[in-house]
């Protein structure tokens, strides 16, 4: 079934338009920036207050470049502060690319006639699964293309058997969604299956855009899908994750259209996005996509140091479309979360693990590193490799979420269990090299823990990690 966009049915409050193209445009014009201006903003930042759309329109038009680097070093120190130096690990897992949509930017669109269409059995669901299991992984977002066959009982099924699958020592503890939008009463039936967040990019804020590269299909609606997250919340998902795809139109009118989507969830659920995720427009497929508001490699960071300072508690997401030195170095802005040994392809952990065909992809992918590798070098830059699923687990999410990650306090949770969960790892998958430069890691993170009775119950939890135990956490 597909879903018709006149039936909205969520409050007249939610329903409110909050994308004003004239506004957005009148703050990137007439904002005017300052060093002073610029050094109390990024402390207002610091000290865990989320900005608003002019504040932030003040960061995206400083162009003096000590300025962007004191705005990149505020990113940093700001994410040390609430999320300490801990990186969340995930995998896509692509369960279809059939799709009904005519989007240009996209290698499934229903006019590539070179993409091979192609849905997951069950039976094949649970080989991938295994397949990731067999590496590490703990944490998956179930990828889906937008056709009637993906409804919401399709969905809930998928992730019920993603569940059900245990390797060895391996289990999938959380399983988010990335998939077309649902009417209240489907995000009902997918959040009984246990779902973590669900994702809903607008791709672009900007509606005269969004038609332009939205050419047919049911995505062509803005407000079907500008509204999407909304009936998620009123079903009673209140991990929800937003993203806009930068390369479609200005990438200073996205920024301000992400913060405007984190002011109306605040205003209406009293509860901002779990996530915010900024994919670069790459190569994909056949695409259609005009190359004039691509984004550069120095935006591209400016935006991501802005967004963390704009939105402290979020977490942010950075995706394998970014090749390995460009994630390496933006990192430290703010991301607290990336994939690792990614691979986008239908089948493509068992089938394809070995190469893949870019005709065959939604879009590249050009950081191809093993989740090993990533692993090692996060490990050797200091920063913990974490599978952590407390919050969702432990009933830490929406409103209680924010309890803990608006003052700052989640930190107190993310850094314990990121070491418990790098120690499941080292026990369970690692190789003797990267065993040994993990508890390495954990031995110097514990020798400056200034908490001795979270620490001591830290040292019994590890110990009980090295005798076989899984799944402890804070």
Not at 25 to 38: A, E, M, Y
Not at 177 to 187: M, R, T
Not at 223 to 242: K, S, Y
Not at 274 to 283: A, E, G, L, Q
């Amino acid at each position: 079934m597909i879903y018709s966009p006149q039936q909205y049915n969520i409050s007249d409050e939610a329903q409110k338009p909050f994308i004003d193209a004239r506004e957005i445009w009148n703050l990137i014009r007439n904002t005017k920036s300052d060093k002073i201006l610029v050094r109390e903003i990024i402390q207002k930042s610091l000290d865990k207050n989320r900005l608003n759309l002019q504040e932030t329109a003040v960061l995206l038009n400083t162009t003096d470049q000590g300025l962007i680097e004191e705005i990149k070093q505020g990113a940093k120190e700001l994410k040390n502060r609430i999320y300490g130096d801990r990186i969340v690990l995930f995998a896509p897992l692509y369960v279809g690319n059939l799709c009904i949509n005519n989007c240009v930017y996209c290698g499934f669109r229903s006019t590539n006639t070179d993409q091979k269409r192609t849905t997951l059995t069950i039976e094949d669901l649970i080989r991938e699964v295994v397949a990731l299991q067999d590496t590490g992984q703990k944490r998956l977002i179930l990828v889906y293309g937008e056709h009637p066959r993906y409804n919401a009982g399709f969905i809930a099924e998928t992730v019920k058997a993603v569940y059900s699958v245990k390797s060895g020592p391996g289990e999938i503890r959380r399983v988010n969604i990335n998939a077309a939008p649902l009417d209240v009463e489907g995000f009902k039936t997918v959040k009984e299956s246990g779902i973590g967040t669900y994702q809903v990019f607008q791709e672009t804020y900007h509606e005269e855009t969004y038609k332009k590269v939205h050419l047919s299909g049911i995505k062509r609606d803005f407000n079907w899908r500008l509204t999407a997250l909304d009936r998620a919340q009123e079903a009673g998902i209140d991990d929800v994750g937003i993203g806009a795809l930068f390369g479609l139109y200005d990438w200073r009118f996205e920024v301000l259209g992400l913060v405007r989507h984190v002011n109306h969830f605040e205003a209406v659920y009293n509860v901002g996005p779990h996530t915010i995720s900024f994919p670069r427009v790459k190569d994909s497929s056949n695409s259609d996509l005009s190359q004039e508001y691509m984004v550069s490699d120095e935006d591209f960071t400016r935006l991501v140091a802005i967004l963390r300072l704009a939105v402290p508690y979020t977490g942010m997401i950075l995706t394998a479309r970014e090749p390995a030195a460009i994630r390496d170095e933006i990192l430290s802005f703010g991301v607290s979360q990336i994939d690792g040994g990614t691979n986008i392809q239908i089948k493509g952990y068992t089938e394809h693990a070995d190469g893949q065909d870019l005709n065959q992809e939604q879009f590249q992918i050009n950081d191809n590193r093993s989740l090993n590798e990533i692993i090692d070098e996060l490990i050797s830059k200091g920063l913990i490799p974490s599978f952590c699923t407390s919050c969702y687990r432990a009933g830490r999410t929406g409103e209680h979420f924010m309890e803990f990650s608006v003052p700052g306090f989640i930190k107190r949770f993310c850094q314990p269990n990121a070491l418990l969960t790098l120690a499941e790892y080292l026990e369970d998958y690692a190789p003797v090299e990267t065993k040994e430069k993990g508890y390495q890691l954990i031995s110097e993170k514990l020798s400056i823990y200034d908490d001795f009775n979270l620490k001591e119950k830290l040292v019994e939890k590890l110990e009980k990690v090295k005798n076989g135990e899984r799944d402890l956490y804070f």
